[in-house]
């Protein structure tokens, strides 16, 4: 992933392109600039191969960073631009919310938040490429398809109770559901909707434990299935007995 960095201080520029160097993962910085008519003479060039993420200051001589934005976006749809702002002027650099920033960074910036978002660029770069290539040889990073892999947990464990999709959850993760599918299998050696199954099946067990007033097709219903006859059958292959068994066996 490409970047550049435009901010008429040289220590900021020079402090940025030293915190990301150390990062430790693919992003190379190719350019710093002192404004934004040095910045916009670089990527007006024709030939020159496009960065994938701007971060510009907002108040700079010659040219300042609402003005490159501006030209930016009309230029280039798809780079992801993050403005760089002291406090006193983050209201003044909220105005460049219509170009479609992608985020803030108060200045003295925050390693870790710099670091998390270049990450989050970084995964949604190789993301989309996975999903326009649906996804041929292109493979996510580590760290990535790690992020992936907890992002689709969390999700799962949140929503256990609704219709499966895995469209939908696809495109929560922004990745295409076949490749999704695999990274998945691949890392956890289960399928999503086993993965699903156990989550479910532990629910019901919870709730068969802490409520036993409830209804076998109540918990059923709680845990996201519609069929109770179903959610019996399922149970017992995982559990080994029955809802209403495990239920006096725990009372």
């Known amino acids: 992933m490409k970047l550049i960095i435009v901010d008429d201080e040289q220590l900021i520029r020079m402090g940025l392109e030293k915190i990301i160097l150390k990062m430790d993962f693919e992003i190379e910085v190719a350019g710093s600039f002192a404004n934004g008519m040095e910045a916009w003479t ?3 060039k024709p030939g020159h191969e496009e ?3 701007l971060i510009t200051d907002i108040k700079m001589p010659m040219m300042d960073g609402l003005r490159l934005i501006e ?4 230029k ?3 780079i992801s631009i993050v403005v760089l702002s002291g406090f006193n002027e983050f209201e003044y650099a909220r105005s460049a919310l219509r170009f479609g920033v992608r985020d803030y960074l108060l200045k003295p ?3 870790t938040l710099l670091f998390d978002l270049l990450t989050k660029l970084r995964h949604e770069k190789y993301a989309q490429a996975a999903f326009e290539d649906d996804p041929g040889d292109e493979r996510l990073p580590i760290e990535s398809e790690h992020h992936v892999i907890d ?3 969390t999700i799962l464990e ?3 109770d609704k219709n499966f999709e895995l469209e939908r959850l696809a495109e929560m993760v922004e990745l295409n559901a076949s490749y999704l599918s695999r990274l998945f299998k691949n890392k956890t050696n289960m399928t ?3 993965y699903l199954i156990l989550i479910r099946i532990e629910k019901a067990k919870q709730l068969l434990s802490d409520h036993p007033h409830l209804k076998n097709y109540e918990v059923s219903s709680l845990v996201g299935y519609n069929d109770p006859v179903y959610f019996n059958k399922l149970f017992k292959k995982i559990v080994g007995i029955t809802p209403k068994d495990y239920k006096e066996k725990h009372h």
């Open 42 to 44: 670089y990527l007006s």
């Open 51 to 53: 960065p994938d993420v």
């Open 71 to 74: 030209l930016v976006r009309e």
């Open 76 to 78: 280039n749809k798809d």
């Open 109 to 111: 910036v925050d390693k």
């Open 151 to 153: 992002q689709v947990k």
């Open 158 to 160: 949140r929503d256990y």
């Open 192 to 194: 999503i909707t086993d």
